[in-house]
T-cell receptor, first 113, second 114 residues
Framework: DVKVTQSSRYLVKRTGEKVFLECVQD?????MFWYRQDPGLGLRLIYF???????EKGDIPEGYSVSREKKERFSLILESASTNQTSMYLC????????????FGPGTRLTVL | AQKVTQAQTEISVVEKEDVTLDCVYE???????LFWYKQPPSGELVFLIR??????QNEISGRYSWNFQKSTSSFNFTITASQVVDSAVYFC???????????FGTGTLLAVQP
């Protein structure tokens, strides 16, 4: 199975800080995704990437950017963190086509004070 | 537009009871894929099953079974003889045939009491 790791399980930051969330997969999967999970809203897609240096906006990209300089690493950046970005952030990787399942990392619970 | 509805926000059962988690989806695609994921308290989503739109066969895996009905746009998940370890949030998800994007439902929190 694919192993997806995220740099932190818990993170506390202050409003206005620049925040980096890192995600690494140990297989050669083309597609990687960032979601945020909030109670009652399920998982919502922020950004995804289908190859190195390629990215596409998801459903809620505002306030976020991403970077994919290497195939195995996909970073989510909060340019200026705000309290409404307090959430659980989940990274996922996908090989091949739409029939395949996404593999998820353990999540990062970010609190912005 | 694509949408997944999990109307049950929380379900509480006693161990050994059977429980069914409902999932209703909307899509205009003729080719699409449906998934169920489990999120235990540890937080990591665990893949359970996938189905494509051309395969309406029901599936059974141990205590788990899935009922896919295109006529009602439903993909329901049943746990037989539930156990405390089944306590988790369960997500149903949909992917259209031309995209790698997954659309998730809002999840159902299942609490199995001993």
């Amino acid at each position: 199975d694919v192993k997806v790791t995220q740099s932190s399980r818990y993170l506390v930051k202050r409003t206005g800080e620049k925040v980096f969330l890192e995600c690494v997969q140990d297989m050669d999967h083309e597609n990687m995704f960032w979601y945020r999970q909030d109670p009652g809203l399920g998982l919502r897609l922020i950004y995804f990437s289908y190859d190195v240096k390629m990215k596409e906006k998801g459903d809620i990209p505002e306030g976020y950017s991403v970077s994919r300089e290497k195939k195995e690493r996909f970073s989510l950046i909060l340019e200026s963190a705000s309290t409404n970005q307090t959430s659980m952030y989940l990274c996922a990787a996908l090989a091949g086509g739409p029939y395949n399942e996404q593999f998820f990392g353990p999540g990062t619970r970010l609190t912005v004070l | 537009a694509q949408k997944v509805t999990q109307a049950q926000t929380e379900i509480s059962v006693v161990e050994k009871e059977d429980v069914t988690l409902d999932c209703v989806y909307e899509t205009r695609d003729t080719t699409y894929y449906l998934f169920w994921y489990k999120q235990p308290p540890s937080g990591e989503l665990v893949f359970l099953i996938r189905r494509n739109s051309f395969d309406e066969q029901n599936e059974i895996s141990g205590r788990y079974s899935w009922n896919f009905q295109k006529s009602t746009s439903s993909f329901n998940f049943t746990i037989t003889a539930s156990q405390v370890v089944d306590s988790a949030v369960y997500f149903c998800a949909l992917r259209g045939g031309a995209t790698n994007k997954l659309i998730f439902g809002t999840g159902t929190l299942l609490a199995v009491q001993p």
